[in-house]
């Protein structure tokens, strides 16, 4: 698997086929004795503005302290949740509680469903 | 039965997205200020468009992806985050001079200034993005587009030499009035191919799911509805030439375009002018307010579809809230809407490049495209668009100061 490729930025889809976000990083780890290998999927936070530049990742962990769910670090998928990588990266794992929702669920509740016509939020 | 349907509504659509205020007012001070001259321009246009738009609904039926989503994963973030700067700020743009176009409409029938409108116009679209599906923009939008075939209708009536005309299909220089010349040939070019209408194509086949074997619907739709749009604007030109021209009318405001029309039509010539201007202006807010929304939606993964209710895909709604909130801004405090059209016809020139590099990659891509990959003839007028971008890149911007 070519991982640039095949997995970096593609669209991240949870078991009920919600888009969570895209992968916009991956953490590897390195031992002393062991074969690289990737643990963890990084969605949101600062994680794709690093790759443009560290200034629109401080600049973007400001604003978020100051506004929004106040979710400051990325959100962390582990590995062995990806169940198929092909068009789409599909994960074992419901988005809700994953946290990568977070920004949906609280712009969705603090002004879309405040303005008539917007729709409830479906209860769980 | 029902594809032929598809096929009527597609092109139909592709009407409704083509003519806008920017090739209305492009093409008609490209007749009033050199006749026939200027018609290779949207020739070249159109033909460029036609070549787009098959690849945004090819790219989209095969690979269930939009340009946007296929950009982002082959080229990465921060590619696709200058293209999103890009083509947000030129679209920005366009849909102020869009919702400027409706106020004017109104300004003309009710002799209520274009400012008092902005505010209740952008209410309006944001209403229908809100509350409407995708089909109703789509289709209801542009249905209603269909009152500017007045402009084929004085045209005609206007008995043009058609020699004289066929011969401005041939690109010739002017004697005099070079650069103002060059800068309508580049404003003509940015309004007909304008990549906000590939986003929201390729968006719009995702949307009505499209598969393989929409792949000759597609063409039919791109073919004959961009040739449809080609000959709108076209007539404009051929009106401009005939009505303004002799009179030494420029078109440098709205109501002196109005003039179009009232030549030929003298009765019902303003009326028409002034609905189809309304309403082909209305169907582009709609389609670049939804064009930019779709764009941050599938770049950053989010939930998206003008089908599913605001709380649903709230992020995409808020983008296309606040997007149209602050298009109002500048139009409630008087900003010349036939000024940012001029300027934002340029800048989509100018910006060109951007939306057009990526497209030769992913038509040629055998993991998004397949057996459907581009054959010689689309890459070399892909080779070609991209050439023509790239000058008009360079010489947009001088010839905005220069000629503009």
Redesign the interface.
Known sequence: MNL?RDV?????LDRED?????V?GLVMHVGERSQPRITHIRIGGST?WM??HPAFAKLGAKLARLWGPRRTEPVRIPWSHVVTAG?DIKLDVKARNTGALD???W??EH???R?P??????EE | MKKILQISLGIVTSVGGFLEIGSVMTAAQAGAAFGYQLLWAILLGTLCLIFLVEMSGRLAAV???TIV?AM??RF???F??IVLIGMVLVAFMVLVAELGGIGLSFQILTGIGFPWWAAPVSLLVWLLM??GTFGLIENGASLLGLVTICFIVAAIKLRPDWSSAASGLVPTMPHMDKAHYGFIAVSILGASISPYLMYFYSSGAIEDKWDESYIPINRLIAGLGMTFGGVLSMAVLVTAALALRPRGIQVDAFDQAALLTTTALPKWGFYLFAMSMLFACFGAALEISLAIAYFFAQG?????SEDL????D??F??VY?IIILLAAIPLVAGIDPVKVTMVSMALTAATLPLAIVPFLFLMNDPIYMGKHRNGWLSNSVVAIVILISFVLAVISIPLQIIGG
């Open positions: 640039v970096l930025d593609k669209k991240l919600c888009p969570m976000g895209r916009d794709p790759r443009v068009r920004w949906e669920i712009i969705a002004i879309i469903e303005i016509g917007g729709g409830q939020e479906e | 690979s269930k992806h989503e982002r994963e990465g973030f921060p696709f985050f809100w509350k950053f993964g989010w939930n998206w209710e605001p709380s649903k709230a992020r709604s808020l809230t």
